[in-house]
């Protein structure tokens, strides 16, 4: 079982930047894709990024600003966001998985507000 816990979010200006962490409890974490995703209200849950080992792959709307980086020894994977914009505003989640099922996270939420 792996539990996952988001941390990092916040209320940013656009064009201001945040970085947001995941920490995975459990093992064998190096074998998990790990993703970040977002849910706007009214809107479905969207990928934003995704990462096992040096394979990554994003969202058109984030590429050239978003980058997902993990540190296996730690368990974490993160997602720093730049040049955030007011259509960035959402919960971010954190999935592992696959292999196996999918884990969640309970989110945080990123607010991008003038």
């Known amino acids: 079982q792996v539990q996952l816990v988001e941390s990092g979010g916040g209320v940013v200006q656009p064009g201001g930047s945040l970085t947001l962490s995941c920490a995975a409890s459990?093992?064998?974490?190096?074998?998990?894709?790990m993703g970040w995703y977002r849910q706007a209200p009214g809107k479905q849950r969207e990928l934003v990024a995704t990462r096992l080992s040096d394979i990554t792959t994003y969202a058109d709307s984030v590429k050239g600003r978003f980058t997902i980086s993990r540190d296996n020894a730690k368990n974490t994977v993160y997602l720093q966001m730049t040049n955030l914009k007011l259509e960035d505003t959402a919960v971010y989640y954190c999935r592992a998985g696959p292999p196996g099922p999918d884990h969640w996270g309970q989110g945080t939420q990123v607010t991008v507000s003038s």
């Open positions: 459990g093992s064998s974490f190096s074998i998990y894709i």
